[in-house]
Nanobody, 124 residues
Framework: QVQLVESGGGLVQAGGSLRLSCAAS????????MGWFRQAPGKEREFVTA????????SYTGSVKGRFTVSRDNAKNMVYLQMNSLKPEDTAVYYC?????????????????WGQGTQVTVSS
């Protein structure tokens, strides 16, 4: 069993930056691939980025490439999402997900555990 807790969300002006954190419990965290998804009001949850168990492989959705960076620290059971050059369209609740396998995935139902989410609001 893995429990995930996101933090770091908030209100920021367009062009600003935020760093989201996802704290994971469980001794086997380092064997799990992790992902970040987001859900805007009135929209379905969508893939943002994923990272393999080692951190050696990452994947991003097109709209955040070059602006967002995912990373992880397995020694601390942490996953991070550095978000730069934020845009109003990045406004959403951001969720951290964990897969019980090493390889990353862009599909929501492939994730086994989820956090409660953290709100990110970007003002224009």
């Amino acid at each position: 069993q893995v429990q995930l807790v996101e933090s770091g969300g908030g209100l920021v002006q367009a062009g600003g930056s935020l760093r989201l954190s996802c704290a994971a419990s469980g001794r086997t965290f380092s064997y799990y691939a992790m992902g970040w998804f987001r859900q805007a009001p009135g929209k379905e949850r969508e893939f943002v980025t994923a990272i393999s168990w080692s951190g050696g492989s990452t994947s991003y959705t097109g709209s955040v490439k070059g602006r967002f960076t995912v990373s992880r620290d397995n020694a601390k059971n942490m996953v991070y999402l550095q978000m730069n050059s934020l845009k109003p369209e990045d406004t959403a609740v951001y969720y951290c997900g964990a897969r019980r396998v090493a390889s990353m995935n862009r599909i929501e139902y492939e994730y086994d555990y989820w956090g409660q989410g953290t709100q990110v609001t970007v003002s224009s």
